[in-house]
Structure formats: structure tokens, C-alpha cells
């Protein structure tokens, strides 16, 4: 922790440096969670037929190496999520058509945020999903929900969960249509960045929690 925080004083101003590591005593986060129950069944999602799904784990890590080049390419981001992938904390999806990465998202098993949104043992988060433009409206996003969800059932997980902010309606009627059902709002304290108040949370969610 002490590298970070010398890593941050090194990268940014007196003012920046100071806002991030107040960020770490306190901070407060709102979302929007969606649930579906994946224990049962699960529709088949309707690819279009140039569309297909490849599913990225630690097993098949390697040998999708282009695709994972090509998620990167399209967001620096991805790196640390497919690390996770490769550490067997995550799952990654893109739906390709030819050598194109279309879409990508993520099936998160081991992740702080569903820690700190206080998920189930048995609930898997999935998000980080991204469309390329000009492949959107064409029911990717649908496409790789149901997808996601599926990966997460064989993983002997028995639900998914998706979290938006209260603001983006977009995301919240993407997931809707996609299957997942509205759970309830998740306003969040976070002290020290580990200990977690939920004040405002769904019934059956906990007051309290520590995320290390």
C-alpha cells in the first residue's frame, strides 16, 4: 500500500494527489443491481449468424491470444481483467465475427466491487461490457448477458448480478431486456477503502462488511 500511495504522490499534482487519497478514507458509490437466477434455465442466446461467442479461462488463457490482443487493443483496461482471467478470478467473452472482436465483457468470481455490494456466495457479478460502435442495436448486449450467465452456471454458480448507476436508464433497460430483474438501489459508505456500509440496500443484504 505504501508503494501506491508513492506511486500517486510521484504521478499527480499536490491537489489530485490529495483528493485520491482522501478517496481512500471515505467514499460513497450508488447502484442499480439486476439479478437472474441461472441454476435453471437459461435461454439460448439468439447470436446473428456471423456472430460467435468465445469464451476466454485460465485453461484456454494461451491459445486465445488474439482475441485478447484485440480487447486490449480496443480498451488498455482489459490487461488487468484478463489477468484476473488468467489467475482464474474472472471469465472474458467477445463475440467475433471473422478476426473482429465485436463485443467483450466479463464474468467476475473473485471481484471487490461484489464484496463491496454485498452479492451472495452463490451470486457471480458480471459487467465491464462494451460494444464496438457501429455493431450497437443489433442485440449484442442481450446476446452476452445471456452468454455470461450461462458461463457462470457451469461454473456451479446459481445466480448473476449486474450493477449500473442510478442514471444510466440505457444500461438498466439493456439488462432488462436481456432477462435480468431489478433488485433495488445499493448506496454505499466506504471507509478506508475496505470497510463497507450499506445504508441503503435490497432485503436480505448486510448493514456491514470488510472488503480487503
Sequence with gaps: MLDRIAREFRNRTPTEFLGWLLSLLLRRQSHV????AVRDHVPEPALPPEVRSVEIDAHDFERLEPVRKRMVELNAENAAYLEDVRQGKAFGLALVAGD???????VFVHNKTACLLGLPRGCALIG???????HRGKGLQGCSARCRARIAR???????????SPDNLASQRGLEKAGLKPAGRVDLL???????????????????????
Excluded at 443491481?33 to 437472474?36: E, I, P
Excluded at 457451469?154 to 449500473?164: K, L, Q, R
Excluded at 477503502?193 to 462488511?209: D, H, K, M, S
Design 33 to 36: 443491481l439486476y439479478v437472474l
Design 100 to 106: 473482429d472482436v465485436l463485443h467483450y465483457a466479463f
Design 154 to 164: 457451469n461454473a456451479g454458480f446459481d445466480s448473476v448480478a449486474s450493477e449500473t
Design 128 to 134: 465491464n461490457a462494451f460494444t464496438v460502435p457501429g
Design 190 to 212: 466506504i471507509l478506508l477503502n475496505c470497510i463497507v456500509i450499506r445504508y441503503r440496500r435490497p432485503p436480505g443484504f448486510r448493514l456491514l462488511g470488510l472488503c480487503p
